[in-house]
């Protein structure tokens, strides 16, 4: 039985969803505003406010686990979310990120949308 397990597949192994979820993270933290389809923006959603929440509290210990969960070597990334987008949610309880749905993409009827930082 799935009870629970609301995770979308996308047609990809675990690790390769994996892949997938760090690429994206990896683009938003860098851009702050990037342009997927519908589906992984909400996937992404929770991954990435999770990221942020731990990159609140700056220590050693947050930083090397935000960046195991972003796949290992993206120091500059790290540096970004823990300098520059983290400070300004440490009022801010969560909702760091806002969906923008744009409609379907005409080759194959996707559903768009941008995922930002708030």
């Known amino acids: ?3 629970h397990n609301t995770n979308r597949k996308f047609s990809r192994t675990k ?3 994996r892949a997938l979820l760090t690429s994206l993270a990896s683009n938003l933290i860098i851009r702050e ?5 519908l589906a992984k923006a909400k996937e992404l959603r929770p991954f990435v406010e999770k990221l942020v929440t731990s990159a ?12 195991s969960s972003l796949g290992g070597s993206r120091a500059s990334e790290v540096k970004k979310l823990f300098g520059m987008i983290a400070p300004k ?12 749905k744009l409609g379907a993409r ?3 009827s996707a559903e768009m949308a941008i995922i930002e930082f708030v």
């Not at 220590?59 to 935000?66: D, Q």
């Not at 949610?89 to 923008?100: P, Q």
């Open 1 to 3: 039985m799935r009870h």
């Open 15 to 17: 690790t390769q969803r």
């Open 33 to 37: 505003k990037i342009k997927t389809t």
């Open 56 to 67: 609140k509290k700056d220590s050693v210990a947050n930083r090397r686990l935000v960046a």
């Open 89 to 100: 949610y440490t009022d801010k309880k969560g909702g760091y990120t806002r969906i923008l």
């Open 106 to 108: 005409k080759s194959d």
